[in-house]
């Protein structure tokens, strides 16, 4: 499996900022799906992540409210649309995926980052 996100860059506090991991290798609809982050001197954190029948989702507590995890099969990409963005949201964003069920602690497969910028 291949990952490849985009859809990183500048955007204002309180803006939006829709990032895109397009898979290739096998479905994401058969996959556990995940958006992690890092910024500086921290670890890197799950931010988001997606059963592989789309439904139950789970969202880190930072995020609620405001991050959308979503998938489209036909283009066999997941994204996360990033709403009301903080300036604590600045990090490189990888998505993973995993063959394991929904929750799972076991990415095997990462795209390369893809950084998000905040400016207040």
């Known amino acids: 499996v291949q990952l490849q996100a985009s859809g990183g860059g500048l955007v204002q506090a309180g803006g939006s900022l829709r990032l895109s991991c397009v898979a290739s290798?096998?479905?994401?609809?058969?996959?556990?799906m995940g958006w992690f982050r890092q910024g500086p001197g921290i670890e890197r954190e799950l931010v988001a992540s997606m059963s592989w029948d789309i439904s139950p989702t789970h969202y880190a507590d930072s995020v609620k409210g405001r991050f959308t995890i979503s998938r489209d099969s036909a283009k066999n990409t997941v994204y996360l649309q990033m709403n009301n963005v903080k300036p604590e949201d600045a990090a490189v964003y990888y998505c993973?995926?995993?063959?394991?069920?929904?929750?799972?602690?076991?990415?095997?497969?990462w795209g390369q980052g893809t950084q998000v910028t905040v400016s207040s």
């Open positions: 290798g096998r479905t994401v609809s058969s996959l556990t």
């Open positions: 993973a995926a995993s063959p394991a069920v929904w929750p799972t602690k076991d990415y095997h497969y």
